[in-house]
């Protein structure tokens, strides 16, 4: 199910406040704050990467299950195959009878799901007691998956893919400027080119063959991670970590990145996009491509998120273009690379030009081009620390990041180590070159 704006990192703060960060003295607070124990993650002999966090302040418990494909996977002329498939599973069923997605309304779960680029994550949270019900369905799609869907179920949810592709796409219009950005800024030939929720001509091409064959080589163990957290009991703990032995040491528990990054657009034309959408008034989508959130600079990406989506609240911009009424900030995040996105919701469209420059000038200039460096970073530090103590923790929030990033990194809190590093031994005119070069005004792309 399409869930945009897809990947906010609003939970990137829960976890810092859950996990804590080193700095120095001159920061709000040193040493290490740590609010629960460290997540225990490992790899079993089976392939599958195993997640186990406890935390006892809410009688609730999460089960994530992440899938190492989204739409960078598909096949050629089969743009929104994943998303399908994502939608299928719901669908498959126990030997009761019952479907996924009637046991999961059964016990009561709140659940999601997204599909992404090279993933497709699953989540839901209920009371404690029913850890065993929520890892069993989330296994579930891993046991012959689609093998149960028939041709009628098929198409009927191959109909709800394709309203969903209409509703973003033509009633409201508001897939429109991410999929235009996504063209704008990858290779034709790049998967990233393409959109999560496919193409009309696509989804007209998908068998359920093709669906089943996708599940088959994807909803495998070897392929998934799987993320329990919340009010674990010692038993609880040690029954899940029973799963199945583990992997011979030493197991790379992370999926190997490799050194490839997503193939970016060579054009310099700095023009305007200009696309037609039913949308309730004119829109504005400007976007970078950037590395991907899980290498080693993947706070530094989080970082530029967070504070462009404040700066871009703020008042002062609405007094550099009138015509600028609010912007969205959001990370569209894959195994190769991020595209970071502001959308832009305009009074008329009088100017599209300025609005475009406004934002990307903006953008640009967030490392503090307007404040000595040391001032600038130490302001920055400062933010980020309190909002790692102030930010409220969320189990449902923690559930949809915790996982990927425990998926592509092998550390659930990733950006939170990350971070704490960087702070503990801070290279400026490294971070600083980084954030000027993928971030450049010249390097935006814009979408109307």
């Known amino acids: 199910m399409l869930r945009g704006p897809r990947c906010r990192l609003v939970g990137f703060l829960a976890l810092l406040w859950l996990g804590g960060c080193a700095t120095g003295s001159s920061g709000l607070w040193s040493g290490q704050l740590e609010l629960g124990p460290p997540p ?24 994530s299950l992440v899938v190492g494909a989204g739409s960078a996977q598909e096949p050629p002329g089969k743009a929104g195959l994943a998303h399908l498939v994502e939608h299928l599973s719901f669908v498959d069923r126990f030997e009761s009878g019952a479907t996924l997605h009637d046991r999961l309304r ?50 009927r949810e191959l109909a709800v893919v394709r309203n969903e592709y209409w509703q973003k796409m033509e009633t409201i219009g508001s897939g429109v400027g991410l999929a235009s950005l996504q063209q704008a800024l990858y290779a034709t030939d790049d998967p990233y080119s393409r959109s999560v929720a496919g ?52 197991a790379s528990v992370a999926v190997e990145l490799g050194e490839e990054e997503a193939m970016v ?41 967070h504070f462009a989506d404040a700066q871009m609240g703020s008042r002062w911009l609405h007094a550099e273009d009138p015509e600028i009424i609010d912007v969205d900030v959001d990370l569209l995040s894959g195994r190769r690379g991020s595209l970071l996105f502001c959308r832009a919701r305009l009074m008329h469209g009088a100017d599209p030009e300025r609005a475009a420059r406004v934002i990307r000038e903006n953008v640009a200039d967030l490392w503090g081009a307007q404040l000595p460096m040391a001032i600038s ?10 909002a790692a103590l102030t930010s409220q923790e969320s189990l449902g929030q923690r559930a949809q990041l915790g996982p990927v990033l425990a998926h592509f990194t092998g550390d659930p809190r990733f950006l939170l180590h990350s971070l704490s590093d960087a702070l503990a031994d801070f290279d400026y005119p490294e971070a600083s070159d980084f954030v000027r070069r993928h971030f450049a005004a010249s390097r935006g792309r814009a979408v109307y």
Not at 40 to 49: D, E, F, P, S, T
């Open 40 to 63: 225990k993650v490992q790899r079993l002999a089976n392939g599958m990467r195993l997640v186990i966090a406890r935390d006892d302040r809410l009688p609730l418990v999460a089960v």
């Open 377 to 386: 970073w130490r302001q920055r530090r400062n933010i980020l620390q309190a």
């Open 106 to 155: 059964q016990l009561g779960a709140t659940d999601n799901a997204r599909t992404e680029l090279d993933h497709t994550v699953f989540s839901a949270v209920a009371p404690r007691s029913l850890w065993r019900e929520l890892l069993s369905v989330q296994l579930a799609r891993l046991d012959d998956p689609l093998q149960d869907v028939d041709e009628a179920t098929f198409r």
């Open 199 to 250: 193409t009309p001509a696509g989804l007209a091409a998908i068998t359920l063959a093709d669906a089943r064959d996708f599940a088959a080589r994807y909803y495998r163990v070897s392929q998934v991670t799987v993320y329990v957290d919340g009010a674990l009991s010692d038993e609880a703990v040690d029954q899940i970590a029973a799963l199945g032995p583990p992997a011979p040491s030493p």
């Open 265 to 305: 657009s060579a054009s310099e034309d700095g023009r305007i996009v200009y696309r037609e959408a039913r949308v309730a008034s004119p829109e504005m989508w400007v976007g970078w491509a950037v590395p991907a959130l899980f290498g080693k600079h993947g706070w530094l990406v989080a970082m530029v998120e």
